[in-house]
């Protein structure tokens, strides 16, 4: 039958995987991803279409997904387009053919995970944040340098730097369109907590999710205003809250914590935050300002950027992801303005290999853009972006938000320290 | 080797199509695409990912790919991930593993092929305008009538209605919430003509196209109004123009016809139309205007409709397809306005298989949701939406345009006459 | 008292008023304004602000108001800052005080003052439209061409043109930032009659008000279009629609027509246009449309224009009336856009006089510009714009589209006729 | 001569001033300003304009200006209506025709001038910050309290709570839309710094404007803040840069300080900050940010505030001051999305004397707004708002923030320390 065929002419090629750590050739490079709930779905829909979209140094293959709930990761696997299951990581790592490793878990596990597989030689894709802590970091990115030497990547999964809309912006900031920076200023919105009887999940919970918006969303922004400035923070100052101190526990936690019956939910206590506010100063001496937040009503998915410097500005807004706003600020003031760029033009980053013009793309694009640029990085034995040493400056950063907040919002460098911003 | 092991279980199934119209069972229903180019393309990525995102009642293959230039069709099936190349759609039709024809095909091959698939039993899906003419699109509503007595099911490819938002829109309209009509406004503006050297592609030579702007962007937004208002166009009042009555020849094309070489490229006559300008009546006696071209500098993709209503207005954008602007008119003036609502949230149409609020999807999520309608519809034997016979009210609705224009824009009926509005 | 003193100090002045048609010589020019409803208000502020703002070569001085009820009219004129009332519009032509008429009326009787007035010397400012005919229009343009001769100016009050955005758009138009033009669209969107027993006004009856939105709204646009393009139309393929035929008569109307009492409203007929909509060619054969309704439930003064050239695009919405969206087609792609232009900066027309940049002025100031841009074209004795000439003009697309729309949309052309558009 | 009668009929009402301090009785007051630039001429705007427009308890009357430059406040005077100038602000508060006196100079004088006309028995409104120092402004308040007590009113001129956006947003807010208020966040960007030569003048040097961005931007941004929330701020943390340490001395100063002529023009040292970056938190436990800068390039006034609470959330941007998005977030979740609104109904403040719904007012409304809700206040003995006692508060919060940025950004409590907030 036809569907067959497909897979037919794959094996027909025999080719050895390119780039594959144990220096086959052929051009297929198996992936296992260990995960497979919101991000396994949208990194499964990623490595599926990159091949189909562009022109690629490799063709990966979806070899195995691992989860612990045996007939759950089964019917993801099938769902998703996974060849095989697995229900222990530590399988899945030892899989010959598996030459990727993609860390889609909760942040308690991906340094356990990811060192293994670096050590056992495979390229590793981790989802962001990196790390619960800056020392599980540390191991991390020690792991990530070792493996460099044997010729191995690893790559955090900072996905919004893949918006075209975002790497466009990168490309315009190096390039000096925006001169000397002077502000930055980021937001990361959403209203999921603003109900107060939404329910205690794991997310809630410091155990398990390390912290709150701060590690989901505040993780993405530092990220992302350290990658458009093409600098670090070097300081910090910090207050977080959680406004919403209990929760009803879920179903199944409430009849596990009580034998009663009847009445309205138990409620269990909320330990991290709903909501990180934080100000810095980056390397250049430019003021930076970030607000992540689970309580802002209305706000979906308001990831908000604003940079301004001498010679002009940018904004972007990611409910609106094709879209760059730009002023040119040595134009003639009669005539300039923020102007709102489509980025959908072939010029455009990753925009070559998709639709005309003013055609959209949308979220999951950023997982197939990121798929593309892990591949050419194994191809090309180059560095990718946003690297694990990325990542753990990244977890510098909320630790020092989070010292900060608890030292009554004292200014706290972002360790190790850099000296001094410049006079200006 | 594992990324086998996925078509294994395929097979091991052992289950024959649903809804096939040879009265097999399995859950597997194969598709066989004519064209391969831009829409080719997004058809691709739809039948690919239908099956990914949402729980189908039959699973699509992409069993084979037709296109005249033996060499390129393979590489796109390649591509793509079509398992088979034809090259001749007449051998993909007769091809036993073929369920589904899915023409991607310029305009004037549409009824042929149509109409041959329907006649051979297979299901059809028809990349839109319906056809280049209106007898063309009758004969092939005929044959699709004819099918439709065998359990096939025929759909015309106007992907835009299953933008989350437009669905929603219709969704609104349908429940009442704008009340009765009194005005539509659409508009569908790109820019690549605007360059008076870009070249006379096939596009622009009405013996190929059968019309311009018309055809190609006209025919979207009478289909959008007239499904959004639930009503049809029943006349029209219409001017079109071609601004650049002439243009350089392809290189190919050129060498053709010129024995001469050096100089600038010669120019060849432009033969439809670059912009299109009607206004019209629905049947309730709403009043409606459209604009169609490709002469609006700085307009990607500019598809905007309003619609006016005696208890709201909707407003959409498509160069913001997550979005939906409403306005309740039976609100109290002081806090009312129109809302923009980000149609991403689990109760939207085909949302509550996508991401979270706030993340948006793009323009070829429309090829998912027309796969899976389109599986739908045959799964259960329900006529599909839009169907051959609106596919042909649209035809209709542009050979009135074009007869309007010729005559001075003399307001036109769109034929089959109907009754006239009634007095409000 | 202090407030008097300021009245002593201009008194002290003795000067004559600049430009007074008895040849004069001081810096006052007394205006005498007939009307004082929602216009008149609007005229006022103007004529006692344009001095306060702008340095001007007369003083304006609001000499004398006129208004049918005597009563009404002394509060009026009390009110607005009127020195004088007059119940008769004759005796306002002839004080000697008085050496502008402002004509605020409804359009029945524009014809009638504005010839009179122009006849005694007076310099003219009429509102739009200019009349309620072309014959009327013909007498009036004839009566302000022999008093030109005679040092007199005459101007209608299209008072948009001096939006600061527009006026600045059509500085971009003329500099030539948008090349040949291909496209003019323009809609002017209001709401309050989408209440079906909104009450039966005069301005829904054709003996007082001549037509219904086309007159209000349509001839705004036709101006302004037509300003802005630089160029006039020249035909117009027209449809219009009384969605709502019957209105409750107010409540006079209803006493006087009806004995009874009890009951729900007597209804009388609305005998004029709830909506026009209209297309057209322009003289160089661009494409233009329109649309004038009070039927477009949401939107209060949606005035929106867009214009298409060969080198770029401008837009513009009335709601947002401080910003002009521009793109320049002649940039680069990738980083091209429409611009939002904050029109607040210094360089940008009238803004010399206001606030700094980013403070956003308001519809009235257009009847400041208006009275300052009347006042310097009486000193320096230069043709105003829009002159009763451009009034004209557009009374004669409003009859050509009228006539259109009772020929069944027919294109119209409008009289006198122009060569038709070249071929391009 | 016409304009003598409007004053004469003035004369002749003989009426005695409304609340007036000296207890007369007659509708017209006396308004004595100091100072006559930027604010002088919005004020004298709001002045004139006010009895136009409104239905008052009192006609204001424009009785004097002030200015230490004899000829500039006569040319002054003359432009903007006032009736008499004086060259020492002691010698118009001794006027018997000023009963109010309106305080528009630089922060510096405010203490001074307010205190002795509250001494002498006059209304007083004076121009934001309310003083350069918290003990300035206790002394201020002191004697506003006492003057109170004879029956006196003042009042601090933070115009844009009333942009009728902002006086709906409060009212919306105090009926409890957003319910319990999680986040506040406003920024007030401007651009005219950026370019490093604009020159040093006496805004940029701290012995003259107390601060830079911080007093002028963040004064209003703290008051509207802490109006639209209906409560104070208890602490914040806060940054604050001079990017630009040295810029060039004006012509006249650059001569005062250099013999030498020739080269590129001598630079003097900024004082005063550029930028100030702080958040905060309010007395419910609120968090809230705040970014006041004048190096934001493309930003010409961007004061934009959002207000996310448990039921709904608002945002505004002055520079689209007729416009206020608010989300209901009690509403379905599919058809919610923020609302535009257009604040121009006739329900709105200030709204049912000004145009018809979508006729849009400017920056200078608000002057109107102030000087009609002051003679309100006068009139009917109220406490006005914002009082003395507000613009302490603010005062206040403005000294913590230079505390705190002094202190590396430590959390620093308002005085005086109000309780902490109560676990939520």
Not at 239 to 251: D, G, I, K, N
Not at 260 to 276: M, Q
Not at 286 to 298: N, V
Not at 302 to 308: G, M, S, Y
């Amino acid at each position: 039958m036809a569907p067959r065929e497909e897979t037919e002419t794959e094996a027909a090629t025999g080719e050895t995987p390119v780039g594959a750590p144990a220096g086959a050739s052929p051009p297929a490079l198996g992936v296992g991803m260990v995960g497979y709930a919101f991000m396994g779905a949208a990194h499964s829909q990623g490595w599926r279409t990159a091949g189909r979209v562009f022109d690629l140094p490799a063709r990966p293959v979806l070899a195995a997904v691992c989860g612990r709930d045996g007939k759950a990761v089964r019917a993801a696997a099938d769902q998703h387009g996974w060849a095989a299951a697995e229900t222990d990581w530590r399988d899945l790592i030892a899989r010959d053919d598996v030459h990727i490793v993609d860390i889609c878990t909760p942040g308690d596990s991906h340094a356990e995970i990811a060192v293994a597989a670096l050590d056992a030689g495979k390229h590793v894709l981790c989802e962001k944040p990196l790390a619960n802590s800056v020392a599980e970091a540390e191991a991390m990115t020690a792991a990530a340098e070792r493996a460099r030497a044997r010729g191995q990547v690893a790559m955090v999964g900072f996905n919004y730097r893949r918006v075209p809309a975002m790497t466009y912006a990168r490309r315009l900031i190096a390039e000096g369109r925006l001169g000397k920076l002077r502000h930055v200023r980021v937001t990361y919105l959403q209203d999921w907590l603003v109900d107060p009887d939404f329910p205690l999940t794991w997310r809630l919970q410091r155990e398990h999710a390390g912290s709150g918006a701060l590690g989901d969303l505040g993780a993405h922004i530092v990220d992302l205003a350290q990658y458009l400035a093409g600098e670090p923070l070097v300081g910090v100052s910090a207050m977080t809250e959680t406004f919403v101190r209990s929760r009803p526990l879920p179903a199944g936690a409430s009849a596990g914590l009580s034998a009663g019956g009847g009445g309205a939910a138990e409620r269990g206590p909320v330990t991290v935050d709903d909501s990180a506010l934080f100000t810095g100063r980056l390397a250049s001496g430019a003021l930076a300002s970030f607000e992540a937040t689970r309580m802002a009503a209305g706000r979906k998915n308001a990831l908000r950027i604003e940079l301004n410097g001498e010679r002009g500005s940018l904004a972007f807004d990611l409910e609106r992801l094709n879209e760059l706003s730009f002023h040119d600020h040595t134009e003639p003031a009669a005539s300039s303005g923020f102007r709102r760029i489509l980025v959908t033009e072939p010029e455009h980053p990753y925009l070559e290999a998709w639709w005309p013009p003013g055609h959209a793309l949308g979220y999951e694009h950023t997982f197939v853009h990121q798929a593309r640029d892990l591949l050419h990085a194994i191809a090309t034995g180059t560095e990718p972006e946003p690297s694990f040493a990325d990542g753990l400056q990244v977890q510098r950063v909320l630790a020092a938000v989070e010292e900060s907040a608890e030292k009554n919002a004292v200014y706290t460098p972002v360790l190790p320290e850099l000296p001094a911003p410049q006079a200006l």
